[in-house]
């Protein structure tokens, strides 16, 4: 039978079901079909395709290829979008020809019926569906490639549908957003395993050092709180070299190197301290009582031992080479301390290429001293500024320190701090000092512009 007579018979047949369905009766089934070859379509169950639905109950259609589901009834119309094959379809019950409208997703358009056949109602399912991308794929804001991107979903990546559709679009929730995809770079896949809950994790974990944390695994990330050695913290995940932690008063990322298995002291320096004798930290006045307002036995020098006698309201009884007698606890330190070594190749080094370019802005460089972990180490230097507090002081202070970042690889710089700001070689960034968690050992000085090093440029070099 030709195609066109084809047509022609299974339109007439249909026109004979639609006759019987409108008075009432039923349009007769096996009675009415001719012998079923091989090469050609049952009339019977062409007739009962092309038969209307009536009021009381929805069709249902499933397309056997990819399909336009079109504007109007004809190839003459635009398309709304692509219908992959197996795609189940609602029939409103209106035709026009070979064509039928039916409702896809929010969409009611026009499919050719040659690539439908009938199909029960979709089951309705409760569980939400998820779907693993194909490729790195956009999440957008609306169903088409004329909105914007929310951004990149990479390739493997599993998200939640929302059940929503529109033409070839699916609607997808991933992290917080909610957009839209285009479903053939996505595929039907189980539920990602649950991410473990923030606080759950009882890997402890001890700083084994002065670091920092940031708001990615990067260190090109903003930088957030410093911790010191020995501060207790809760690893939450790992990424790659990185670790997610819970720290006091923040969470961020940290080089998983910089964590320790087992607890840790912070001591400001690895000397263990001592609870016979006292160091000085500084030159420092030994006075007959525990109060300025005595009189001085004379100065001791930074880095004397003195045997501690007694203690009380902040002051410490002393034997020291100018007698027995008092000395205010913030000068002192219980951390024995060693003769300075001679000043690292590489700081000296730094320190005549600044006085080469920056020497008439600072009066003076203090390097070897004790009460320092880098000084004491011969990487330490202080610039003292001239005029610190003024304008032009400040300005110079800058100026020397851009020149300390620009030419650290060439001088090895491994940190600057000025102006309470303290800049890190590890990720080339400016950050709060006394605010950002660093300069713990300072606490016992007190806060002053000394200690928030307004009066100076302090740098510490790096030593293989």
């Given at each position: 039978m030709s195609f066109r007579n084809q047509l022609f018979t299974q339109g007439a047949v249909a026109s004979v079901a639609l006759a019987l369905v409108a008075a009432g009766g039923a349009p007769p089934a096996a009675a009415a079909?001719?012998?079923?070859?091989?090469?050609?379509?049952?009339?019977?169950?062409?007739?009962?395709?092309?038969?209307?639905?009536?009021?009381?109950?929805?069709?249902?259609?499933?397309?056997?290829?990819?399909?336009?589901?079109?504007?109007?009834?004809?190839?003459?119309?635009?398309?709304?979008?692509?219908?992959?094959?197996?795609?189940?379809?609602?029939?409103?019950?209106?035709?026009?020809?070979?064509?039928?409208q039916v409702k896809y997703g929010r969409r009611t358009g026009w499919a050719a019926s040659e690539y439908l056949r009938a199909t029960s109602a979709p089951k309705k399912s409760t569980a939400v569906k998820y779907a693993k991308t194909t490729a790195n794929l956009n999440l957008r804001r609306g169903a088409g490639t004329r909105y914007s991107s929310w951004g990149i979903m990479k390739k493997g990546t599993v998200v939640a549908r929302t059940g929503r559709t529109s033409g070839a679009w699916w609607q997808v929730k991933h992290g917080s957003k909610t957009g839209w995809a285009a479903s053939e770079y996505l595929r039907a896949t189980g539920k990602p395993a649950a991410t473990p809950r923030p606080g759950t994790s009882t890997a402890i974990r001890w700083f084994a050092g002065s670091q920092a944390i940031y708001v990615r695994p990067t260190f090109a990330s903003k930088r957030l709180q410093a911790f010191t050695k020995g501060m207790k913290a809760t690893q939450l995940r790992t990424s790659g070299s990185w670790s997610y932690v819970q720290a006091p008063g923040s969470r961020g990322w940290i080089p998983t190197r910089d964590l320790s298995k087992k607890a840790t002291r912070y001591t400001g320096s690895t000397i263990l301290p001592s609870s016979s004798h006292r160091w000085a930290r500084y030159a420092s006045n030994?006075?007959?009582?525990?109060?300025?307002?005595?009189?001085?036995?004379?100065?001791?020098?930074?880095?004397?031992?003195?045997?501690?006698?007694?203690?009380?309201?902040?002051?410490?009884?002393?034997?020291?080479?100018?007698?027995?007698?008092?000395?205010?606890?913030?000068?002192?330190?219980?951390?024995?301390?060693?003769?300075?070594?001679?000043?690292?190749?590489?700081?000296?080094?730094?320190?005549?290429?600044?006085?080469?370019?920056?020497?008439?802005?600072?009066?003076?460089?203090?390097?070897?001293?004790?009460?320092?972990?880098?000084?004491?180490?011969?990487?330490?230097?202080?610039f003292m500024m001239r005029g610190w507090s003024t304008s032009p002081g400040i300005r110079n202070g800058n100026a020397l320190a851009a020149y300390l970042v620009r030419h650290r690889a060439s001088l090895d710089i491994d940190y600057i701090i000025w102006r309470d700001r303290i800049w890190l070689r590890q990720d080339g960034q400016w950050g709060p000092y006394s605010q950002g968690g660093w300069g713990r050992h300072l606490n016992a000085r007190g806060w002053n512009a000394t200690t928030m090093h307004y009066d100076h440029v302090h740098v510490e070099t790096l030593v293989d």
């Open positions: 079909a001719p012998p079923a070859t091989t090469s050609s379509v049952s009339i019977a169950s062409s007739a009962a395709s092309l038969s209307l639905p009536t009021a009381a109950k929805t069709r249902y259609a499933k397309t056997t290829a990819n399909l336009n589901l079109r504007r109007g009834a004809g190839t003459r119309y635009s398309s709304w979008g692509i219908m992959k094959k197996g795609t189940v379809v609602a029939r409103t019950g209106r035709t026009s020809g070979a064509w039928w030994v006075r007959t009582g525990g109060s300025t307002s005595t009189r001085s036995l004379g100065v001791v020098p930074a880095g004397e031992m003195m045997p501690l006698l007694s203690g009380r309201h902040g002051w410490s009884r002393v034997k020291t080479s100018k007698g027995t007698g008092w000395i205010k606890n913030t000068l002192l330190t219980n951390l024995a301390t060693k003769a300075p070594p001679h000043l690292q190749p590489v700081t000296a080094k730094m320190i005549k290429k600044v006085k080469a370019n920056y020497g008439r802005t600072y009066s003076s460089v203090g390097t070897l001293r004790n009460g320092s972990i880098g000084h004491r180490l011969g990487v330490g230097s202080d």
